[in-house]
């Protein structure tokens, strides 16, 4: 995904703009809610409250949808036994308890919990009488998907669906909770399609961090070399030492002198305006983790399966992944320890897709000996994707689900995120963990929302993997690491936009990092009871994560195998779940269950606290101009700052388009790194050895 901000020029600006609905579109609502309740009532049935987005009350109200366009909806059914359920769940993950560990059985779980197929029946009927079409019933029978035209739901549902402006995207949404006239009211707990949420991936890659004037020139993001080489492309010495850096305009004032730490390496067999300036392969991320005595030992992932989830499908990550695996002396992968599932048909409709190359070649990466099945969905959409995950689930596919995606909680009813943490409380009954990117916007509010965090991320029974910055030193063993979020500042515009020594320096502020916060919605789960805040808290554990110390990636870029600089907590979410699977080996080869309860149990040494970073040379800078000398402290350099005052600061030249920028490492919105538990990097980033280990003198108990 590409970042690009606006430029040097003098004339830019940038506003972000979220409108309230008017007064007319609100009138109109209320008095089409005012007749639809009054229907409802007159018809038994039931209201599924709660199930309004919260997108109509951030969003700006653009009207009506239109009447005749097709879409789908998904009704989730209500499990049976639901107070058993959740009593057990508790018990599961409770070590008084004479029911810890003893997972159930897929089997066991369907019959005890599942909706029966007299449950789906009637909800099918219901759907039929009002004119849609039922296209599916979902895994377990805990959904059941039917199309219909805008003006049939509305009907159906007793619901007025508007568009809606959330930024620079268009969504709809319905205006009002839906209600289910008979019988099948009582069985359905959440209605998904009414409005149109499909979960984001949040991979990074840096190219062009800003368009000038509107003619950034492309740029080349991908190396081309001797792939079968086993070389590393990239750098991984990011940070060059202190440098001087002195500019002018054109031989012109104003000057501008910059000293302080470089950022940026050149490239082997690559040259300046194509390649990133630096970046990871697998064997420097063993050494700086403490992963290769864990290795020696014998463990590396096998008799575990790691479920990828990822959407669309891309027709050469197999092939991209074994050239990754050749460059990195990695076991290729083959029909005995890789496979692809289409979930619920096959659609390679996505084109290359370098998401599904990341989780895919960095999974293997961590756990070369673990299975992996790439699951795919040819959608996108929360609902698809959640059956997806219910199909892993209650199939029985893994011990471990990666999922890189996530959408905003905010804009989400409270009958759709209750639906979510059902899903993942399927899973962690099974003994399965289901791990989950915390996304790469910080605390989102750089979208120009209130600040929110990132679903599944921040399910109770999930766990959130945020991210962080790596420095390596010159034997690959860890420098320093800091929770992942960086700030831009442009200091001279690049030869295209005339090359000049912009006076002042542009703070152009938060350019990503680690999701994280306080959920706005689900209770404190127990296993957080010592970390600060009245709700579940985001995320429980990070790993490398910013693209600026990012590593290296294979893919078909249309012209042959190349290699580019990839990060975001994508990366970090499937490292873990690999590492999870790792540790599920140790365990005695059964399932631990979901990771985030026994990460707040683990002992000191097996994650790696991160703290703060600063460094003593972060650039200043000294600007002559007509008037003078103007002098600009590192902390000037570096803002927005938003109450960080412990940073790390480096001069690097774009190679992408020449620019010059100061950027910064530490800095992520509202949120901030501290000493134990912190919203950018949960308890902090596993120790590789010490952490698995730590599972080998307590075996699950497997039933």
């Known amino acids: 995904m590409k970042n690009r901000k606006a430029g040097l020029s003098p004339a830019f600006s940038r506003s972000w703009i979220v409108p309230l609905c008017t007064a007319v579109m609100l009138f109109l609502a209320f008095g089409f809610l005012l007749a639809g309740g009054a229907a409802a009532q007159s018809t038994a049935g039931r209201t599924i409250t709660g199930n309004t987005p919260g997108m109509v009350s951030i969003a700006k109200n653009m009207g009506p949808e239109a009447s005749s366009k097709t879409i789908a909806v998904t009704l989730w059914l209500q499990p049976h036994n639901r107070a058993t359920l959740d009593t057990l769940a508790e018990q599961l993950y409770d070590k008084t308890s004479p029911n810890y560990h003893k997972w159930l059985k897929p089997a066991e779980l369907k019959a005890q919990f599942a909706p029966t197929a007299e449950d789906v029946s009637t909800v099918k009927q219901f759907l039929t009488e009002h004119n849609l079409k039922v296209q599916r019933v979902g895994p377990a029978n805990l959904s059941v998907t039917a199309e219909g035209t805008v003006a049939e739901v509305e009907k159906a549902f007793a619901v007025k669906i508007n568009k809606f402006q959330l930024g620079t995207e268009m969504h709809r949404a319905n205006l009002n909770d839906p209600f289910i006239e008979g019988p099948a009211g009582n069985l359905?707990?959440?209605?998904?399609?009414?409005?149109?949420?499909?979960?984001?991936?949040?991979?990074?890659?840096?190219?062009?961090?800003?368009?000038?004037?509107?003619?950034?020139?492309?740029?080349?993001?991908?190396?081309?070399?001797?792939?079968?080489?086993?070389?590393?492309?990239?750098?991984?010495?990011?940070?060059?030492?202190?440098e001087t850096q002195t500019f002018t305009t054109s031989g012109a004032l104003p000057f501008g002198t910059y000293t302080g730490n470089g950022y940026g390496q050149p490239v082997t067999g690559g040259g300046p305006g194509t390649l990133a300036p630096?970046?990871?392969?697998?064997?420097?991320i063993y050494t700086a983790y403490n992963l290769n005595g864990l290795y020696g030992e014998g463990f590396h992932g096998e008799g575990?399966?790691?479920?990828?989830?990822?959407?669309?499908?891309?027709?050469?990550?197999?092939?991209?992944?074994?050239?990754?695996?050749?460059?990195?002396?990695?076991?290729?992968?083959?029909?005995?320890?890789?496979?692809?599932?289409?979930?619920?048909?096959?659609?390679?409709?996505?084109?290359?897709?370098?998401?599904?190359?990341?989780?895919?070649?960095?999974?293997?990466?961590?756990?070369?000996?673990?299975?992996?099945?790439?699951?795919?969905?040819?959608?996108?959409?929360?609902?698809?994707?959640?059956?997806?995950?219910?199909?892993?689930?209650?199939?029985?596919?893994?011990?471990?689900?990666?999922?890189?995606?996530?959408?905003?909680?905010?804009?989400?009813?409270?009958?759709?995120?209750?639906?979510?943490?059902?899903?993942?409380?399927?899973?962690?009954?099974?003994?399965?963990?289901?791990?989950?990117?915390?996304?790469?916007?910080?605390?989102?509010?750089?979208?120009?929302?209130?600040?929110?965090?990132?679903?599944?991320?921040?399910?109770?029974?999930?766990?959130?993997?945020?991210?962080?910055?790596?420095?390596?030193?010159?034997?690959?063993?860890?420098?320093?690491?800091?929770?992942?979020?960086?700030?831009?500042?442009?200091?001279?515009?690049?030869?295209?936009?005339?090359?000049?020594?912009?006076?002042?320096?542009?703070?152009?502020?938060?350019?990503?990092?680690?999701?994280?916060?306080?959920?706005?919605?689900?209770?404190?789960?127990?296993?957080?009871?010592?970390?600060?805040?009245g709700k579940r808290q985001v995320p429980d554990i990070a790993w490398l994560a910013d693209p600026f110390t990012g590593v290296e990636v294979v893919a078909f870029d249309g012209f042959g195998e190349a290699v580019g600089i990839v990060g975001g907590t994508s990366l970090s979410t499937p490292m873990f779940s690999a590492l999870w699977a790792i540790a599920n080996q140790e365990a005695g080869g059964g399932p631990l269950g979901q990771a985030a309860p026994i990460l707040y149990e683990m002992p000191a040494g097996t994650i790696t606290d991160v703290?703060?970073?600063?460094?003593?040379?972060?650039?200043?800078?000294?600007?002559?101009?007509?008037?003078?000398?103007?002098?600009?402290?590192?902390?000037?350099?570096?803002?927005?700052?938003?109450?960080?005052?412990?940073?790390?600061?480096?001069?690097?030249?774009?190679?992408f388009d020449f620019e010059w920028d100061i950027i910064t490492f530490g800095t992520d919105t509202s949120l901030r790194t501290h000493p134990g538990w912190d919203n950018v990097t949960g308890l902090g980033t596993p120790n590789g050895q010490a952490f698995a280990d730590f599972f080998a003198a307590a075996p699950a108990t497997k039933k």
Not at 217 to 233: I, R, Y
Not at 278 to 284: L, M, Q
Not at 622 to 632: A, E, L, N, R, Y
Request: hydrophobic content about 40%; aromatic content about 10%.
């Open 304 to 533: 575990q399966t790691i479920v990828i989830l990822d959407f669309f499908g891309s027709p050469y990550v197999l092939q991209d992944a074994n050239v990754f695996n050749a460059m990195n002396n990695l076991p290729p992968l083959t029909p005995a320890n890789f496979s692809t599932v289409f979930f619920p048909f096959n659609c390679e409709c996505g084109g290359i897709d370098i998401e599904e190359n990341l989780d895919v070649e960095w999974a293997h990466a961590i756990a070369p000996g673990a299975n992996i099945v790439l699951l795919i969905n040819p959608t996108g959409t929360l609902a698809d994707v959640d059956n997806d995950i219910v199909f892993a689930v209650t199939e029985g596919l893994g011990n471990v689900i990666s999922g890189s995606f996530g959408f905003l909680e905010s804009e989400l009813s409270p009958t759709v995120l209750n639906a979510e943490n059902l899903i993942a409380e399927f899973a962690a009954v099974l003994g399965v963990s289901t791990n989950y990117s915390s996304g790469d916007t910080g605390d989102f509010t750089p979208l120009g929302i209130p600040a929110t965090v990132q679903m599944p991320a921040d399910l109770p029974f999930a766990t959130g993997v945020g991210g962080v910055s790596l420095a390596l030193n010159s034997d690959s063993t860890m420098a320093w690491q800091a929770g992942w979020g960086n700030n831009i500042t442009g200091i001279v515009a690049p030869p295209f936009d005339g090359g000049f020594v912009s006076d002042p320096p542009l703070n152009f502020g938060f350019n990503g990092g680690s999701g994280g916060g306080q959920s706005g919605f689900f209770a404190k789960p127990k296993f957080q009871a010592k970390v600060p805040g």
């Open 188 to 242: 359905v707990s959440a209605v998904y399609g009414m409005d149109d949420p499909s979960f984001k991936q949040p991979l990074k890659r840096n190219t062009d961090v800003h368009q000038f004037a509107g003619k950034a020139p492309a740029a080349n993001t991908m190396a081309h070399a001797n792939t079968a080489s086993g070389a590393a492309l990239f750098s991984p010495q990011c940070f060059t030492g202190v």
């Open 611 to 655: 703290i703060p970073v600063g460094s003593p040379t972060n650039p200043t800078g000294i600007i002559q101009d007509s008037t003078g000398f103007h002098h600009f402290t590192a902390a000037q350099l570096a803002a927005p700052l938003d109450g960080t005052t412990k940073f790390y600061s480096a001069i690097y030249n774009n190679p």
């Open 278 to 284: 630096c970046g990871y392969v697998p064997s420097e």
